[in-house]
């Protein structure tokens, strides 16, 4: 079976929130909330000074694209791909070619910015799973998560170093499950 990824759709500019709208109710109406997960799309936060008032705004991080966390299968690149407002997948050289995802990195640099994380915290990954390291000093080793720090995105995982198991501060986005 496929795992679940992340991939960037493109959309019609301005239209970004009503394609996540309508994708969203076609993932309920097609039940495809086996195959289609998350979508997102990418805002942060800016604050803004208007006559000495202050103002919270969204700004788009990149107009005109979503994100979609799916495992690729037929029907769920047919819902996504022939959503309204969609014009495509980035990543896909058309004639039926299925996309390619983004790579863990891009996305969890891409989630961090917005506060997000690309594992789900508890139902994905909970304490005493089994993890690999995948980036810092410790990349490739594999351990046992001790603790999770919601707030700071941040787990202490048990690795075995030099014959003897030690405790290791590492980020959520350097981790997958193993």
Avoid: C
């Amino acid at each position: 079976m496929e795992e679940k990824r992340w991939y960037v759709v493109n959309t019609y500019s301005g239209h970004e929130k009503k394609v996540k709208e309508k994708l969203e109710m076609r993932i309920e109406t097609m039940d495809m909330q086996e195959n289609i997960f998350r979508v997102v799309v990418p805002e942060h936060t800016e604050i803004e000074v208007k006559d000495g008032v202050k103002k919270e705004k969204s700004k788009k991080l990149f107009p005109g694209y979503v994100l979609v966390e799916m495992i690729m299968s037929d029907e769920a690149w047919y819902v996504v791909r022939n959503t309204p407002g969609v014009t495509g997948f980035i990543g896909s050289s058309g004639k039926g070619a299925k996309p390619i995802p983004l790579l863990p990195s891009e996305i969890d640099r891409i989630l961090g910015q917005m506060g997000m994380s690309r594992l789900e915290l508890g139902s994905e990954i909970k304490e005493n799973d089994k993890v690999k390291i995948i980036a810092g000093p410790f990349t490739s080793m594999i351990g046992r998560i001790e603790s999770i720090d919601l707030e700071h995105q941040k787990l202490k995982v048990m690795i075995d170093l030099f014959g003897q198991e030690t405790s290791v501060e590492v980020e959520l986005s350097q981790v997958e499950k193993a």
